[in-house]
Structures are given as structure tokens and as C-alpha cells.
């Protein structure tokens, strides 16, 4: 069977970034502004920048090879299966999908006999089950001639069309095809005034930009309680498009984040083995090998305090653990890899889970409202994993996460406790990563200067 074979993907905006850069720094050179010695070093530096881009562009955003589940076994028209190019075929009369309509209406509103219907339920079951989930507003696609259907299509999503046409043996056959989706590269830049995610609307920064920011930096920043008016971050990340529709956002490449004079960076590194983590640009791993809460974006209302309950002033109590209050059925998440060793119902603590971590290290999580679906006690679970969400079962006021800490029984404050680092870029692997980072700290930077430059003007 032969695959269609995606065209080469190049990033036009790279290429007009470099030549704008090109040109702000011939602008600084010629006008005398008595920087003309760090200007003709910067031209040089960007004139090195654009031949490395140009030569390596493929080992820095590989393209992007669609995914075709399966095309027809020949699309040229000598040789083709089909009764009609399906490709390139014009004859379609498009219907509206209307509330409650099924295809089998929109079949006779098309004038296809019954058999036709029949026919349909012939074809394998992944491709019964897309025909009977249209949707109000869909398109479909039908060409017939005297009441027999030669072909359909039904947009799937914005990338995937099923398309169900007869062949030249009379019968009706499918494959669906992939429109090519294209990463482009995104710059972006913010500065904070309150909150993460007002900064981020301001700056037109999608929500799961701003999560995924939220993750990365999430065992260094509390993002619930660290940010300062000031802060600011500039980011690179991939856009997906098909055409010149946007599709949705691809991942963060390289961030750089100021929170409260202290700078992190960030640099997205997939492994041979196709594990991707974030890491700082001399490859130490930006993970710890615990995350600072369970809870996003929740605030604390009880903080630890070993001090025992007073027998006499009934005032002081232990409070072994954290509370985290977040509305009821907020994701909780596990603060680490580890197993489960209890999971049910526990007193006071109501719905429970406890995980071990190995080394003596346990955490444990109270007051759910539920488990994740699909755990059991003795599972394997990995770090950040949802493991069940926020609730009041047992002795609780309000929703709120109970969070507890233990190493070797002891119970530990988790706000202090140090805790180790996930493993640094293994050193075979470093040479690559190191030159991945230098190139894309340095684009975050002069994308920078560029968005700088044009603001001024
Ligand atoms: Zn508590």
C-alpha cells in the first residue's frame, strides 16, 4: 500500500524573525549610536545564527509527519479502486446536520435507497461507531446516483475525514484521510501584575501554555503563594495548524521565569527513548523527585505543627499535615512515583489514600470525595498522577485536602522537608542537550529584542 508522503515543513516565521532581527541591528550599526562595535558583533553573531538555522533547521523543529491511519490503496486516477477520485472529487451535495438527525434521515433526505443503509452496516465497527455520532452542525458530504450512494465524508475533527466511498467492484470501502498539521513556533512574553493567569490573558497566552508553564516550574515556584507583582516570563512553544487554522498549542520548547528577583529557566528535552522532561540549561532536572503541592492553585488554611494537644488548655493541637482548601472535586495529585498501600476509609480522615515512596517515605491524602478511576491498593502510580480529588468526608468543616508526610513513621512537616532532585540529562546524552539549550535561550532572547524593538516604534 503506498503512503502519502508529507511535504517538508519549513517555519517561515523563523527565517522573517532573523531578517527583522538583521535589519534592527543594521538599523543600531548605521545610526551612529556609538554601540556600533557591539552592533557589527551582534550582525555577526546573527549572520552565524542564520546560516546554523538554515543548515540545521530540521534537527531543531523536526517536520512534522502527519499520521495516516490509512489512505486509499491508490490515489491516482488510472489506477484507482474507487468509482471517483475521492481527493479531488467536486460532485458533493453537502447537508447540514440538524438537532436529533441521524445519518439514515439524512440518507433519505438524500434520496439513497435502503439498501444503501444496509450496506453501510456492512462496514467494520470504528466506522459504525463515527456514523452514528454525527453532530448538529457537522457537514456531511454525499454524492449518489439513482438512490446508490458512490461517496461520503464526515469531518471527524479539524485534522481527520472519514471518507466512505464505492469501489469499482460495487462495494463501499473506507480509509481516513489527515489533513497535515504544521508546527510553528510561538514567542511570547508577560509580566505579571497579580495573577499568572490574568497576565496570561493580557498577553493572549492560551490557558494550557500557562498549565504547562504551571508544571514545569511547579516543584520550584508555588505558583498559589510565590508569585510577586513584577514577576515575568518569556516563552517559546509550538502552535498546530492546518492551513492557516490554528488547531490547538503544541508544548513549551523554553521558558525563562522571574519570580521575586530569582530567574528559572526551562528547556524541553525529549530522550532517545522518547521520555520528555524540562531541564535547566546545564541539564539538571527542574523536577524534584517529590512536587511542592497535590493541589493546584490551592490555598493553605492550616500549616504543620508538631506541638501536642495541652491537656489542661485545650488550645494546642497536632496538626500532622497541611490542609489545602480547593473546591470540592479539585484533582489531587500524587506528590511522587510510588505505590498505593491503603485506599479506603479511614476515621476521621474519611476517604484515604497513602502511598509509599520507598526509603521509609509515605504521603498521604484525607478527606477525599473520591478515588481516581482505575487505582487499587498495591498499584503503581506515577508522579503527578490524579489520584483522586478534593472533598469533607470524615471529621472535615469544609472541602479541603488533609496532606501528610512521613518518613520512617515519623510525621514530617512537607513545607520544609528537603527532598532530592529527579536525575540529571544522563551525560552521553549531554553534548546534544547542551546545544538544544544554547539555541533556544538564545531565540527566546532575540525573539525578546524583537518584540523590544517593535514596541518602540
Ligand atoms: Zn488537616
Redesign the pocket.
Known amino acids: 500500500m503506498k503512503r502519502i508522503l508529507p511535504k517538508h515543513t519549513d517555519h517561515p516565521d523563523i527565517s522573517q524573525s532573523l531578517i527583522l532581527a538583521l535589519k534592527l541591528q543594521y538599523a543600531l550599526y548605521f545610526q551612529g549610536t556609538g554601540r556600533e562595535f557591539i552592533g557589527l558583533l551582534f550582525l555577526i553573531l546573527m549572520g552565524f545564527l542564520i546560516v546554523y538555522k538554515f543548515f540545521n533547521q530540521p534537527t531543531f523543529i523536526p517536520a512534522v509527519l502527519p499520521e495516516i491511519t490509512s489512505s486509499p490503496d491508490e490515489a491516482t486516477e488510472q489506477e484507482s479502486p474507487y468509482i471517483i477520485n475521492p481527493l479531488s472529487h467536486t460532485g458533493w451535495q453537502p447537508y447540514l446536520v440538524a438537532t436529533g438527525e441521524t445519518l439514515s434521515q439524512i440518507f433519505q433526505k438524500a434520496g439513497l435507497s435502503s439498501e444503501t443503509w444496509q450496506e453501510m452496516r456492512q462496514l467494520d465497527q470504528q466506522t459504525q461507531r463515527y456514523i452514528s455520532q454525527i453532530s448538529p452542525g457537522q457537514i456531511i458530504n454525499i454524492d449518489s446516483k439513482n438512490g446508490q450512494l458512490i461517496a461520503l465524508t464526515q469531518s471527524l475533527d479539524p485534522i481527520r475525514t472519514l471518507y466512505i466511498i464505492r469501489k469499482q467492484d460495487g462495494t463501499l470501502s473506507n480509509f481516513i484521510h489527515e489533513k497535515e498539521v504544521e508546527k510553528r513556533m510561538t514567542f511570547n512574553s508577560a509580566n505579571i501584575e497579580d495573577s499568572l493567569f490574568l497576565a496570561g490573558k493580557r498577553a493572549n497566552i492560551d490557558d494550557g501554555i500557562l498549565k504547562q508553564l504551571a508544571d514545569i516550574f511547579g516543584c520550584i515556584i508555588d505558583f498559589a503563594h510565590d508569585i510577586q507583582p513584577n514577576d515575568h516570563f518569556k516563552v517559546l512553544y509550538e502552535e498546530h495548524f492546518v492551513g492557516d487554522q490554528k488547531i490547538n498549542n503544541g508544548n513549551i520548547l523554553a521558558i525563562e521565569f522571574h519570580n521575586n528577583g530569582k530567574m528559572h529557566q526551562a528547556i524541553r528535552y525529549e530522550d532517545p527513548d522518547g521520555k520528555v522532561g524540562y531541564y535547566a540549561p546545564n541539564g539538571m532536572s527542574l523536577k524534584r523527585a517529590f512536587l511542592r503541592t497535590p493541589v493546584n492553585f490551592s490555598r493553605i488554611s492550616?500549616y504543620f505543627n508538631s506541638q501536642r494537644h495541652h491537656p489542661i488548655l485545650h488550645t494546642l493541637r497536632a496538626?500532622?499535615?497541611?490542609?489545602y482548601v480547593a473546591p470540592r472535586g479539585t484533582p489531587v495529585k500524587a506528590v511522587a512515583e510510588g505505590t498505593i498501600s491503603y485506599q479506603g476509609r479511614k476515621g476521621g480522615y474519611g476517604k484515604t489514600l497513602i502511598l509509599e515512596h520507598g526509603h521509609k517515605r509515605s504521603t498521604l491524602y484525607?478527606?477525599l470525595s473520591g478515588f481516581a478511576k482505575n487505582i487499587r491498593p498495591g498499584q503503581k502510580i506515577g508522579q503527578g498522577q490524579i489520584i483522586g480529588y478534593v472533598g469533607s468526608t470524615g471529621l472535615?468543616t469544609g472541602a479541603?485536602l488533609?496532606?501528610e508526610f512521613r518518613v520512617d513513621g515519623q510525621h514530617r512537616n512537607p513545607l520544609t522537608i528537603s527532598l532530592p532532585h529527579s536525575d540529571p540529562i544522563p551525560m552521553p546524552q549531554r553534548p546534544l542537550f547542551l546545544a538544544q539549550a544554547s539555541e533556544l535561550m538564545g531565540l527566546l532572547e532575540y525573539h525578546e529584542k524583537i518584540m523590544m524593538a517593535s514596541n518602540e516604534h
Open positions: 492550616s496538626h500532622n499535615g497541611v490542609d484525607a478527606h472535615a479541603h488533609h496532606f
